[in-house]
């Protein structure tokens, strides 16, 4: 499957935006999906993740009641819906696909997309 991110931009603290992950075929029902980020010097991070069906999702807990992961599968597209966004949250997010449903390992993961750059300014 290959997926394409998009929806990044430049925001003030404080605002919103909402990331998209369009994936190609007709097999992302099969797919557990998740965000991940990497800031600036930093090691990628795991952000969110979704079930097959939506009906499970964990967070890294610096983003609970700021972030929503939900996912359209008539679609093909999982969203990043982030709120209350803070400078920290300043990175490039990806997003990736796996057959498994499980903690958010990011080795786990089977198919990564390009990246979305989000830039909060303080």
């Known amino acids: 499957v290959q997926l394409q991110a998009s929806g990044g931009g430049l925001v003030q603290a404080g605002g919103s935006l909402r990331l998209s992950c369009e994936a190609s075929?007709?097999?992302?029902?099969?797919?557990?999906m998740g965000w991940f980020r990497q800031a600036p010097g930093k090691e990628r991070e795991f952000v969110a993740s979704?079930?097959?069906?939506?009906?499970?999702?964990t967070y890294r807990d610096s983003v609970k009641g700021r972030f929503t992961i939900s996912r359209d599968n008539a679609k093909n597209t999982v969203y990043l819906q982030m709120n209350s966004l803070k400078a920290e949250d300043t990175a490039v997010y990806y997003c990736?696909?796996?057959?498994?449903?499980?903690?958010?390992?990011?080795?786990?993961?089977?198919?990564w997309g390009q990246g979305t750059e989000v830039t909060v300014s303080s």
């Open positions: 979704i079930s097959w069906s939506g009906g499970s999702t």
């Open positions: 990736a696909a796996r057959h498994t449903w499980g903690p958010p390992r990011q080795y786990e993961y089977d198919y």
């Open positions: 075929g007709r097999t992302f029902l099969s797919y557990a």
